[in-house]
């Protein structure tokens, strides 16, 4: 088996359980996650960026075009209320957005002319509000070690590459903290309007209640 075909298939897999998790305890989250992308909106971001998307990148959006609603990841207009977001159900606030926002935030990523590689592609498409300022990246560069990896970037900064190994990665360890793995890190997950929401059990947001934790083996 190849690594693309093991890392497709941990991101299935990883990715059903957080779906079970989800359907089970955050039944908003659930009900509002997105139909999965079509294979011509995935080759029209490559072609409209010049890039491929690792495996496991695109097996993700072959099950679902992000976690929550395009509505989700639109900065409201003048004198439209502010949506009430459910997509935002990853660690830190992070939501995985439609294929079609992810144009523009490649725009967002600093660039340092002198120093960087014209080979370099890096695709944002994990963010924690709708300006997409803030987020994480996912290394689509043909050359070099680290295609595949995920970064984090922040406005008027320099992306910081290899935050996790791979987005299969990132998705496994999510799902082995919803279902029972102790961490210190990513916070408690919880519930708040019907919505996985993570946080500081210390001081929770009002109305947010934390999911019992399963006990390990």
Not at 107 to 128: A, G, I, K, N
Not at 146 to 171: M, T
Not at 188 to 212: R, S
């Amino acid at each position: 088996m190849s690594d693309d075909q093991i890392r497709v298939e941990r991101t299935l897999a990883a990715w059903g359980r957080i779906e079970a998790w989800l359907k089970e305890h955050a039944p908003r989250s659930y009900r509002r996650l997105p139909a999965p992308a079509g294979e011509d909106e995935i080759r029209a971001v490559e072609l409209e960026l010049d890039l491929v998307m690792p495996a496991d990148v695109r097996a993700f959006y072959q099950v679902r075009n992000g976690t929550g609603p395009a509505m989700d990841f639109d900065w409201p207009t003048q004198g439209t209320p502010l949506p009430d977001p459910s997509a935002y159900l990853l660690p830190d606030g992070d939501g995985i957005a439609p294929l079609s926002y992810l144009g523009t935030w490649y725009d967002h990523l600093s660039v340092d002319d002198e120093y960087d590689d014209p080979q370099r592609r890096y695709l944002p498409f994990m963010v924690s509000d709708p300006d997409g300022f803030y987020g994480s990246f996912v290394d689509c560069t043909p050359t070099g070690d680290g295609y595949g990896q995920i970064g984090s970037y922040a406005e008027a900064a320099f992306p910081e590459p290899g935050g996790h190994p791979s987005l299969a990665a990132y998705l496994t360890g999510v799902a082995d903290l919803l279902h029972g793995k102790p961490d210190d890190i990513w916070g408690t997950p919880g519930i708040l309007d019907g919505c996985l929401h993570w946080a500081d059990p210390q001081a929770p947001p009002a109305g947010w209640k934390p999911v019992p934790r399963p006990k390990t083996p």
